[in-house]
């Protein structure tokens, strides 16, 4: 079944946090490096990415808990796998491999579910980060004219892990966690001109970030800025996840639901984190921040981030059943 109409017929549920679930295993180094990589020269403990190849086993059983609890749709371990954000480990060399495997790894586990439930398919979403540079930001105080990375390196950087996670099966394609709206322009002209040099078209999502309390992205836009920008393209769906819980999302989330001609996510964190930078909101109650999201009608599609876990997942998964999915031909076409 086409992702696309089933996104019409009931609200999808995407998977949690891939990071928290892997610091559950309590990995030392050894585990990242594998005998590959047991001499590479930096260390690449917390490379979580690398585990698509050196431990498949735990990514493959990570995937395999989320669809267990619910989910339509698991993102790839591919949040770092650039060869800019794998600059930090030098295996910038590694990047193309990175999103190959991991994509070949999470449809390998979404057939196996499909196959066992045909009338629940499930779907591989190719999660492309926003990297660690930003192209509107100068990190230098001192030089604001300064940039660290500019658009046609993160294009090409971009159109490497593109094309990577199309060859291994993706069935739509996830730019996330945008802090940076010039970045994330980047990632969909990377998509767009693979699209049209492969004669392809699979679905977009986008995901930004509200940074804090001020509501804006970190490079300084409202919600409904961010929207118009990245509202050149047909998108699938657009929504916002990470920085914030649930809770403090609901403001720019009705933005998003007023104003976007597309379909709607959100996949928030398990609240704030604490002092200890640790996530303590209960399935429960990130479930009752979710439930006056879907009694408003916001929602299409409905995940976690940072913190969350199977457990929050099934209950959201739950929750979605008994809600319609947001009505995109109700909204607003008008953006300006």
Request: with cysteine; aromatic share 8%.
């Amino acid at each position: 079944m086409d992702i696309r109409q089933l996104v019409k017929d009931r609200i999808l549920v995407l998977d949690g946090a891939m990071g928290t679930m892997i610091q559950r295993h309590k990995l030392e180094e050894e585990d990242f490096r594998g005998q590959r990589f047991a001499d590479h020269p930096t260390s690449v403990k917390g490379n979580n990415d690398l585990l698509s190849i050196t431990r498949p086993d735990i990514i493959k059983d990570i995937h395999r808990e989320y669809f267990e609890a619910g989910a339509d749709i698991v993102e790839t371990n591919t949040f770092c796998s650039t060869s800019i954000a794998q600059a930090d480990y030098q295996m910038e060399g590694l990047a193309y491999e990175l999103s190959l495997t991991s994509a070949r790894i999470a449809k390998e586990v979404a057939t196996e579910f499909t196959l066992h439930n045909p009338d629940k398919p499930r779907f591989v979403a190719g999660s492309i980060g926003p990297t660690n540079k930003t192209a509107s930001i100068s990190p230098d105080v001192s030089d604001p004219g300064y940039r660290e990375v500019d658009f046609d390196d993160l294009k090409d950087s971009y159109r490497e892990q593109v094309d990577a996670l199309i060859e291994g099966g993706v069935d739509l394609l996830l730019v996330e966690t945008i802090f940076d709206t010039l970045n994330a322009k980047a990632a969909l002209f990377a998509i767009s001109e693979c699209y049209e040099e492969n004669n392809i078209e699979l679905p977009i999502m986008v995901s930004g970030t509200i940074t804090d309390a001020s509501g804006r992205t970190l490079s300084g836009q409202t919600t409904k800025a961010f929207l118009i920008s990245v509202s050149h393209l047909p998108l699938f769906s657009i929504g916002l996840n990470c920085a914030l819980g649930a809770e403090q999302l609901r403001p720019y989330l009705q933005v998003l639901a007023k104003e976007a001609p597309f379909k709607v996510s959100a996949h928030p964190n398990a609240g704030l984190p604490n002092e200890f930078g640790e996530y303590d909101e209960t399935p429960d109650q990130m479930a009752g921040h979710i439930k006056e999201f879907l009694e408003e009608g916001w929602l299409n599609i409905v995940g976690g981030c940072c913190g969350t876990t199977p457990d929050h997942i099934r209950r959201l998964a739950e929750l979605s059943k008994n809600y319609t999915p947001r009505k995109t031909e109700e909204t607003s076409s008008e953006l300006v």
